[in-house]
Nanobody, 118 residues
Framework: QVQVVESGGGLVQPGGSLRLSCVVS???????????TSWYRQAPGKERELVAT????????NYADSVEGRFTISKDNARNTLYLQMNNLTPDDTAVYFC????????WGQGTQVTVSS
């Protein structure tokens, strides 16, 4: 059974950085199999929005305009882990961040809180 678990959230000052991690168990990351791994976020009172996504095979990457150039999505196939490196954070980045995995079915993590505040 596939499980998705995020970690790495926390409180950071504006301009700071955080790296989120997402371990996907029950499925082996592979460069030859079709699947999608993404990061979403949901701020208070707002709808959940896509932050960044990568599609395998090919590992094409797409970012929301609001994070382009500041956030980087990456995968470590050996560790079955998806990452989101977030730099130059602003208060507008404050949200619960969710990891998403899709292959035949859709799987969500429980979310990790990121708060950007001075």
């Amino acid at each position: 059974q596939v499980q998705v678990v995020e970690s790495g959230g926390g409180l950071v000052q504006p301009g700071g950085s955080l790296r989120l991690s997402c371990v996907v168990s029950g499925f082996a990351f592979s460069s030859s199999v079709t699947y999608i791994t993404s990061w979403y976020r949901q701020a208070p009172g707002k709808e959940r929005e896509l932050v960044a996504t990568t599609t395998t095979p090919g590992d094409s990457v797409n970012y929301a305009d609001s994070v382009e150039g500041r956030f980087t999505i990456s995968k470590d196939n050996a560790r079955n882990t998806l990452y989101l490196q977030m730099n130059n954070l602003t208060p507008d980045d404050t949200a619960v961040y969710f990891c998403y995995f899709a292959r035949r079915n859709h799987y969500w993590g429980q979310g990790t809180q990121v708060t950007v505040s001075s």
